[in-house]
């Protein structure tokens, strides 16, 4: 398979407007996109880069940014994205960890990154882009030509680094490459029926898959306009509805638009799909929101590593609580610790395998994630039903043993998130003198609720077996969090332990 970019130009070249501002206004034509990572394409090659150096991109979402990216692919180098929240501690591993050979960062963040590479072996170029795209790495890039000939890359060629959230351990660089993208974009596309008039209605950050892999590349393949927002903005969000037919975003995105009285059928009129991803929606959500909006969100599951493994059908049954089945071209195993598959409705470890599974991490062994027969080890547990549908039951880590049994946060979380006077959960072990660990709840009460930690351990004695109920409750404000929406239940273990 030759260069990525050439199937997103081959898709895209008949398209109109590629990014639009809120006002409906053409920001830039995808014959802009052409011309413009042509432009930073040249200029990459100018500064010496060549095919395989990393370049590191800590910068807003912009117009110029996406340009960038698309520069890198077609010259072969490596896009290394950044989360816009790392601070010094974070860059300093990062930059050590990558050797990148060029640095674009915000203006603000220049001399930080100076100072962080002078303790560095090899030099590293450092240019700024700021949040409306103007930049260092821009001087006179008028100038450069609006032609450039593709760097030659096959399947196995790495187009981008991402680092992994890293909440135990050091966060580690998934090598994703050209056949990883190639693969997992043509199968979703498929999967979720793009049709020509479909326009993309964009607030995730694109330092992350969910944004850039999922969201703007779908567009890119289908020449649809995207509607490319800096932040997701709930009321924003819902008075553009009528002018895009495809939102994508995390579980938190969807309670915060759920709690805003415009949403409604109407707002939604002209949409034609909600997806959901990167943490669990919960069943209520679901519910919620295809009450209020006549829409079935379209739950997929995937991670960093893999891209997207599976959804749900499109055209079909979406079960609340699911995350679909495997995307074709993508094998999913569930198994016990003894490697054998588990039966229908069982808990075990998810495997996954297929062109979307990425490469391995940046100089480190790998051996370890992967299978004899070549599965990746994705760390999450799920069962699988009679209909072949797979739920997420939650990372293997977060599973608790206590007595010697195995206990599922999920199972304990749906049961509380369900009772009146509560918002969510998050159900964590902690450690015990008897048990090993003790099952705790942390939990989000709704406003003016006084539900109190006996109702809830008296209704979780009733519904379940006596070891699966929380030992101790805590009332919390807010869940933490990162930025794609996750239940931070490493900080919940360090916070409430005794
Ligand atoms: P990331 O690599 O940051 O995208 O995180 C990937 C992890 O997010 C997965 O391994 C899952 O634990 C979780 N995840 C992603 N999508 C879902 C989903 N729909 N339901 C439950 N967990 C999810």
Redesign the pocket.
Known sequence: MPNMYNLFRENSKEGGDFIRGPDGSTIATYQDLEDGSARYANRLTGLGLTKGDRVMVQAEKSVESLFLYFACLRTGLIYLPLNTAYRLNELDYFVGNSSPKLIVCAPDNEQMFASICKGIAHSADIQTLDSNGKGSINKNLSNEPTTFNEQVCDDNDIAVILY??GTTGQPKGAMISHGNLVSNAVALHKAWGWTRGDVMLHALPIF???GLFVATHLAVLNASPIIFLPQFDPEEIIGLLPVATVYMGVPTNYTRLLASPGLTSDACRNMRLFT??????LAQTFNEFKRRTGHAIV???????TGMNTTNPVNGLRKPGT?GSPLPGVSCKIIDHEGIEVPINETGNLLVKGQNVFRGYWQSKTADEFTNDGYFK???LASRDDDGYIS?V??DKDMIITGGFNVYPREIENIIDNMPGIDESAVIGLPHGDFGEAVTAVVVKSAGSNIDEETIIQHLKNTLANFKVAKQVFFIGTLPRNT?G?VQKNVLREQFKQ
């Open positions: 992994t959230s992350h898959i969910h959901s991803g990167s943490a669990p929606l739950e997929r599951y995937g991670m960093t590593e995350v994705t760390g999450d997420i939650g990372r794609m996750k």
